[in-house]
Structure formats: structure tokens, C-alpha cells
């Protein structure tokens, strides 16, 4: 049974906003520091975006920041990246994932739960 579940990527031009969502079944959401991650062909998975679950700390990869936005709903165990001004190089398939973390890590390694992903294609 998939514990993430991506939604909301689709085919958008370069400057439209999209907002991706994260469904959770895990029983520890609330004590998990959750993060996105993209990856596209060729390349490898790199960090997004990540949110803390005691403070709701945030961390961004810096060809995001100022464009994409984090966050989180506890209550109905859900996370979401809001993305604006997207550019076709934030074409990929981002991923969703939880680490029982307490900081906002960038680091792949430290999550230990993934999603199957949700895919994002911006047309110039």
C-alpha cells in the first residue's frame, strides 16, 4: 500500500503556476519532515523543496526559490509545492517524500519514504 501519493503535474507553458499535492497514509505524518524532489531524464534526482514537521521550517533549492512555495496540512496529512513562473528547465517528475528528520534536509539519503511520482512538463 503506497504511503505518498503525487497528484496535480501536467503539461503547462513556461510562466503558468501549477500546485502539486502529496496524499499521506502514514500514521507518523505529523512527526515527518516531508520534501519534494525532481528528477529529469538523464539526470539525477535532485532536491526541491523540504518542510519540518515541529516548526515548519523550510528549505529550498536555490533555482526554486522566490518560485516555488512548500507547505503542509497535518490534519489531513497532505503537502503541497506550489510552483509559479515555471520554466522548462522544471521539466521532471517530482517526487514526494518523508524522513523522520528534524531538519529540512536536501539529502535524498535521509528520506525513507517516496512516492511514484507526479510529472511536470513546461513547453516553451
Known amino acids: 500500500q503506497a504511503q505518498l501519493v503525487e497528484s496535480g503535474g501536467g503539461l503547462v507553458q513556461a510562466g503558468a503556476s501549477l500546485r502539486l499535492s502529496c496524499a499521506s497514509s502514514m500514521e507518523t505524518f505529523s512527526s515527518q519532515t516531508m520534501a519534494w524532489f525532481r528528477q529529469s531524464p538523464g539526470k539525477d534526482r535532485e532536491f526541491v523543496a523540504a518542510i519540518t514537521w515541529h516548526n515548519y521550517g523550510t528549505n529550498y533549492a536555490d533555482s526554486v526559490k522566490g518560485r516555488f512555495r512548500i507547505s503542509r496540512e497535518d490534519a489531513k496529512k497532505m503537502v503541497y509545492l506550489e510552483m509559479s513562473g515555471l520554466k522548462p528547465e522544471d521539466t521532471a517528475v517530482y517526487y514526494c517524500?518523508?524522513?523522520?528528520?528534524?531538519?529540512?534536509?536536501?539529502?535524498?539519503?535521509?528520506?525513507?519514504?517516496w512516492g511514484q511520482g507526479t510529472q511536470v512538463i513546461v513547453s516553451s
Open positions: 517524500a518523508a524522513g523522520p528528520l528534524f531538519l529540512a534536509s536536501n539529502n535524498a539519503a535521509d528520506f525513507t519514504s
